[in-house]
């Protein structure tokens, strides 16, 4: 290209692109009215049982930072109103009314809820009670992008979780149970939907490099 240097500078990088179609979009929050529906994706990903050990952690207030407290302080911080919502076991929305900032006003940090959307998946680490533990093993399962559905051949495990927690489906006393639910209530599922998603998991990287089952 006739371009002979850059200054000074010599050396080399290496880039690692990854697409954002297999991950959640965070953005699909800000919404002023939200159903279940738009929970289950997140809902369903943070159920796998790997995970419990992650949501008995407490915040500075000692406050058990479990499943639904997390997902309620990342949708509240998110959407574009003042009330704090509240989830049941199952991850439907039970109700709202409360001050979605009131533990902010604790914060040493004077973080206050966006009610935007967020311009990188970073931000959520102002979210009151959510820190590097939780960022280390779900940071790049997000997005800010509207993806819509996520593209099953660029997901990972967890990803794959969520997506097979979402379709399971199982015949009771003459009745169809199906959805996240099943994940949620029954560690027998769960277990068998987290083997399935680690085996999909495994044929992707497989297939983004063959060579390396040879390694």
Partial sequence: SGVEGFGNFTGEFTADVRPEAGRIDLNAFFKVELEDSDLTPLCAMLIDPRYDELFQRKDASGQVMDRSRTIQNIVDFIDPNNEGITLTDTCTIQGGGTDEGAQYARDDRKIKPRDAKLTHPED????????????????????????GKPNINVADAAM???ILCQSVQLQVGGQDIKGFGLCAQSPLVAGQVLYYAM????????FEDPLSVLL
């Fill in 160 to 162: 794959f979780y969520s």
């Fill in 124 to 147: 959520i680490y102002q979210v009151h009670g959510l820190g590097e533990a939780f960022m280390q093993e779900f940071g790049d399962k997000f997005t800010v992008y509207n993806v």
């Fill in 199 to 206: 085996a999909l998991d495994g044929v992707r990287v497989f």
